[in-house]
C-alpha cells in the first residue's frame, strides 16, 4: 500500500543522464487525455493560508481531490496519496515510454 504523499517523478533519460520529457511533449499528450487540463498555477489552502505556485500542471481528478502531475526540468513529478493515482502514474509513464522513479 503505497503511503501518503509518497513522491515519484515520471523520467526518461539519454545515454548521457539528463531527462529527456520536453513541455511540449507532455502538452501534446496530456491533450489527447480527457480526464486532464493543463494550468499554469496550482493553488492549496490550509488553515486560512493560500499559497499559488506557478509552473506547468497537468491536473487529473480522483475522487474530490485534484493531483497535479508537475513538469520541472525534463521530467513529471506527482505526490501519491491514493492508489488510483499510483495506478494513474504508470500509467501515464508507460505511454511515454519512460520510468517512474519514488523520490
Given at each position: 500500500?503505497?503511503?501518503?504523499n509518497t513522491?515519484?517523478?515520471i523520467t526518461r533519460h539519454d545515454q548521457q543522464g539528463n531527462p529527456t520529457l520536453s513541455l511540449e511533449e507532455c502538452q501534446s499528450f496530456f491533450a489527447k487525455l480527457s480526464d486532464f487540463e493543463y494550468?499554469?498555477?496550482?493553488?492549496?489552502?490550509?488553515?486560512?493560508?493560500?499559497m499559488k505556485i506557478k509552473g506547468h500542471f497537468f491536473m487529473w481528478q480522483v475522487e474530490d481531490v485534484q493531483v497535479p502531475f508537475r513538469f520541472y526540468e525534463g521530467e513529471l513529478y506527482v505526490a501519491v496519496s491514493h492508489p488510483a493515482v499510483l495506478d494513474k502514474t504508470k500509467e501515464v509513464a508507460r505511454s511515454l515510454e519512460a520510468n517512474y522513479i519514488e523520490g
Open positions: 500500500m503505497t503511503t501518503m513522491r515519484y517523478k494550468h499554469d498555477s496550482f493553488g492549496a489552502s490550509q488553515d486560512g493560508v493560500h
